[in-house]
Each structure stands twice: as structure tokens, then as C-alpha cells.
């Protein structure tokens, strides 16, 4: 079935480091794929989306790709900060949006 | 723009008694929007799709007479858990699709329910 699998945390970094969650997904067609943001005690913000092969999504820094060929979606981000601590969520649009199991990112200064 | 709001944002109940969360889509209009439960420190978790002017579809496994969705306007959307008791303690979180060919969900803040 479809399906999700996102890199696990916690990840800690400190400031101005590089970035990568991975995300891979399995499904039938080519899905829209989505990075949500969620910071302490809040809901979810649309981080940055991408609709076909080889999109590239962008937002705040952060990027990622859509890579057909390994179903991949992985976020990246050159530089850190701080305010970046937050969970990650990975969700391709399945009929749906089906999320990953959120990958928490603390930054350190 | 997109935004969409919850209220409350916190509601503590004793059990046995009903809450309502409301979540407001405040600058479009939101045919469909969703209800999510967040277990901590875990992922979202659909319950329903609820659409304006029609019964909403639930999940398999989501009790329909336990979780009543109303969706009587294009910008408001309600949940009320009934008969509350401490296991529905939770972060429900409601979303809404702006305008019907997109797959672009925008989410709400998230309520935080406990029930004691």
C-alpha cells in the first residue's frame, strides 16, 4: 500500500550546519509531495511543496526535490538556525495527504 | 493569506461531558477540511474529511457518534468529541483545502484537549 518512510530523529545540529531529512515514499503514480513545519505547540505550516518529477520545492532557506526515479523527496537546508528547531513532517498527497512520523530537528547555537 | 484558526486552543473537561472545537478557514473558502488526532511526539492521524453541506467521511476505526463533524458553512467546520474520557485526551488539528482542484491543505493550530 502507499506508504512513507522518513528519516528518524532526533537530529541535532548546531547553528550554521547542513541539513538533510531523508524521505522516501511508495506509490502508485506520481503524487504531489509536501514538507510540513510544526514548532512547539503548534499545528502544521506548509513548508514547501513539489507537483512533478524533478520540482524543486523551496521555502525559508530550506529545499527539496522531487526525484522520481527513487521516490525521494529529501529536505535540505545549507545553514541552520535556531528558530529552525521544530518537527518535520514528509507527506505525499495520496487522495490524501499521508505523513511521515515527523523528524525532529534541534539546532543548537 | 490561507489562513485557518482553531478555537479553543485549549480545553481541559471533566469526563463524560461533550466539547466542541470550531476551525475557521478566515480569508477563503474551504469546501473540504480535515480533522487530524496527534498522539505526542507521533504523526498525524486522519479522522475525517469533513465537506460543506454533507456528511463527513470517516476513517475506519474513528467512532462517527463519538466525533461529531458539522460542516454547515464554507468557513467553519466543528468537531465535537461527546462524552469525553481521558484516552480522547489529544491535539486535534483541523486543515482545509482552499478552492477544490488543489491538494495544498492548510492547517490550523491545533487544540489541545484533556480530559480528566
Known amino acids: 500500500g502507499d506508504s512513507v518512510t522518513q528519516m528518524e530523529g532526533p537530529v541535532t545540529l548546531s547553528e550554521e550546519a547542513f541539513l538533510t531529512i531523508n524521505c522516501t515514499y511508495t506509490?502508485?503514480?506520481?503524487?504531489?509531495l509536501f514538507w510540513y513545519v510544526q514548532y512547539p505547540g503548534e499545528g502544521l505550516q506548509l513548508l514547501l511543496k513539489?507537483?512533478?518529477?524533478?520540482d524543486k520545492g523551496s521555502n525559508k532557506g530550506f529545499e527539496a526535490t522531487y526525484r522520481k526515479e527513487t521516490t525521494s523527496f529529501h529536505l535540505e537546508k545549507g545553514s541552520v538556525q535556531v528558530s529552525d528547531s521544530a518537527v518535520y513532517f514528509c507527506a505525499p498527497y495520496l487522495g490524501n495527504l499521508i505523513f511521515g512520523k515527523g523528524t525532529k530537528l534541534s539546532v543548537k547555537p | 493569506g490561507a489562513v485557518v484558526s482553531q478555537h479553543p486552543s485549549r480545553v481541559i473537561c471533566k469526563s463524560g461531558t461533550s466539547v466542541k472545537i470550531e476551525c475557521r478557514s478566515l480569508d477563503f473558502q474551504a469546501t473540504t477540511m480535515f480533522w487530524y488526532r496527534q498522539f505526542p511526539k507521533q504523526s498525524l492521524m486522519l479522522m475525517a474529511t469533513s465537506n460543506e453541506g454533507s456528511k463527513a467521511t470517516y476513517e475506519q476505526g474513528v467512532e462517527k457518534d463519538k466525533f461529531l463533524i458539522n460542516h454547515a458553512s464554507l468557513t467553519l467546520s466543528t468537531l465535537t468529541v461527546t462524552s469525553a474520557h481521558p484516552e480522547d485526551s489529544s491535539f486535534y488539528i483541523c486543515?482545509?483545502?482552499?478552492?477544490?482542484?488543489?491538494?495544498?491543505?492548510?492547517f490550523g493550530p491545533g487544540t489541545r484537549l484533556t480530559v480528566l
Open positions: 513539489a507537483t512533478k518529477a524533478d
Open positions: 506509490a502508485t503514480g506520481y503524487p504531489s
Open positions: 486543515s482545509a483545502l482552499q478552492g477544490e482542484a488543489t491538494d495544498t491543505q492548510y
